[in-house]
């Protein structure tokens, strides 16, 4: 029974699958909001329901610094997206953890206390100072493609190879 996935790490699995269908030309992610154990929405990065795709009209953030300008963006953000599903259909998500592959950003984190969201998974880093500030009276924590949980801010495993973590 050694491999089996902790919880965490099957519904990041899960989060990473959603992510592939994102339709950004720059980064691809994936958010999965869980509420005792179980789905209650999804969500990735693309355009507005209806809109043309980045990756059919290009990108309108083309040569801006990862981070920077994002109201350029034409996308709806992943984090965005499953929390507006999840109101569209009438789910709560009051207490509720959201997996995520990248950091939200301070717009997104900002929608994220609103709706109650308790606990935030993510895998990668977002270069969003404020969205740590914003996000410091939740749960935060890292989880890396190895399985290995590590805190958000200690910065202990960053850098490291999945040899090295384990």
Known sequence: MADRLSLDDYFMEIAR??????????RQVGAVIVKGKQIVSTGYNGAPSGQAHCLDIGCARQGVPSGQRSELCRGAHAEQNAINFAARYGISIEGATLYTTHYPC????KSLINAGIARVIYDHDYPDPLAKEVLTGIEVRQINE??????NRTGEARGKSCEELT
Do not use: Y
């Open 146 to 151: 190895c399985g290995q949980r590590r805190a």
């Open 17 to 26: 699958v959603v992510a592939r269908r994102s339709t950004c030309l720059h």
């Open 106 to 109: 301070s717009w997104c984190a």
